[in-house]
């Protein structure tokens, strides 16, 4: 059984500084903290990080909204290269202590750690952190912290994405519905699915602006098995109207 969450915080700062090397995957021997200690196997995610690694070119611009522990910054960090960059948003100050943490160790110098979350809009939200540290989220939580929407941020400088993975625990619709169009035509995005209206407003707002939506099949499974909250969070894949032929990677994503 998972420790509460206030006992967790305890533990953590003890063992946070503890540094561990990842021990397969595409992050083998990168170094992470024995806290998080459910990545350091590196078989975590690795169908989604294979996508990942496939997406990215060097030079790219990508934004992880959702960072979380930085397992998928890592990745990015190294498929971006020295003339790329990846923005890392992550509003949680227990989640930031490990990201932070995990990029120093591994001299990520093209990774800019963002301490906000995206929303539709710009200001200050509740925000819950309880239970497991992937599904902290803006509700109704005790918690406050700064969001920001997509066009607030590239009205204020940011780069434009050239891949955008986007896990936010259910409000990936909203986000999206606000931020497609700002979105470069050359864009590709993953983001996470938790439940069929979500699937619904994601795949809208991506079609209304020529993106093409691919369903993984974990996707097309719980589209129509299940109409409110999906017991998983399987991946969607959209393409800009102006991408380059991608087909091997979709035909990647596409496996089970």
């Given amino acids: 059984m998972p420790l509460p969450f206030g006992l967790r915080s305890v533990a953590t700062r003890l063992i946070l500084p503890i540094p561990v090397h990842i021990a397969s995957g595409p992050n083998a021997g990168l170094r992470w903290s024995l806290a998080s200690g459910r990545y350091r196997r590196g078989t975590i995610e690795a169908h ?29 960090s190294r498929c971006v290269g020295a003339d790329g960059i990846v923005y890392a948003f992550e509003p949680s100050e227990y989640n930031l202590a490990f990201l932070q943490k995990h990029l120093a160790w591994n001299r ?38 700064e969001v920001s929407s997509l066009p607030a941020l590239l009205d204020r400088g940011f780069r434009p994405p050239d891949v955008l993975k986007l896990d ?6 909203s986000i999206l ?21 979500n699937y619904d407003t994601v795949s809208a707002a991506l079609t209304d602006q020529g993106f093409t939506v691919i369903e993984s099949p974990g996707t097309l499974r ?3 098995s299940h109409p409110g909250d999906w017991p998983d969070d399987p991946d969607l894949l959209a393409i800009g109207p102006r991408c380059q032929d991608l087909a091997q990677v979709v035909r990647l994503f596409q496996q089970s």
Avoid: K, Q
């Fill in 168 to 173: 936010v625990e259910g409000h990936e619709g």
């Fill in 108 to 145: 990520c110098a093209n990774v800019e750690v963002v301490p906000s979350a995206i929303s539709d809009r710009e200001g200050i939200a509740n925000f819950a952190e309880r239970g497991s540290s992937r599904s902290f989220h803006i509700g109704n939580g005790t918690g406050a912290v």
């Fill in 222 to 224: 719980l589209r129509d």
């Fill in 177 to 197: 519905d606000a931020a497609a169009h700002r979105l470069p035509a050359t864009c590709r995005i993953l983001v996470s699915i938790h439940s069929r209206p």
């Fill in 48 to 76: 989604r990080m294979a996508v990942v690694e496939a997406l990215v070119e060097s030079g790219d611009c990508f934004w992880d909204v959702g960072a979380h522990h930085g397992y998928i910054a890592l990745l990015a």
